[in-house]
Structure formats: C-alpha cells, structure tokens
C-alpha cells in the first residue's frame, strides 16, 4: 500500500470562529488537485475541527491550537 502524499497541514486558534479558516485552507488545497469530493471533504472538515474545539482541551485554553493536515490517498488498484 502507497503512503499518503501530504497536501499541506495548518494550525489555527482553537475557536468556532477558525471553522471557515480551515474550510478554505482545505477547499484551496483539493482545488489544487481537483479532486472529486471536495464537497464531502469540506463537510468534514466542519465537523471534525468543529468538535475539536468544542471537545478537546485545546479548546478549553485561550491559546489553544487546532491542526488541519490533509493527504491525497489514492485508492485506485
């Protein structure tokens, strides 16, 4: 199995507010690739960096942080 290639990783404040940040860091990286799901992708993104927040202790801390990294699998055998 391939390993993943790395697309680009980020680090943003760890508020409900960095939600679009890390929505267009992502959609500007498949848009790069121009991949298929970037639509499901993006879902994805809001809900998981959503829950970070709201759940981790990064999102209890003033200067918490929340990392975004995203990958390229390619699937096809």
Partial sequence: ???????GRA???AEVES??????????????IDHKQTDDALLLVSEL???AVRH????RHPDG?????VTNQDRRH
């Fill in 11 to 13: 680090d943003l404040p």
């Fill in 19 to 32: 939600v679009p940040l890390a929505r267009r860091y992502v959609r500007d990286l498949l848009d790069r």
């Fill in 65 to 69: 942080r929340v990392s975004v990294a």
């Fill in 49 to 51: 960096f959503t829950n």
């Fill in 56 to 59: 981790s202790d990064s999102g």
């Fill in 1 to 7: 199995m391939r390993m993943p290639e790395p697309l």
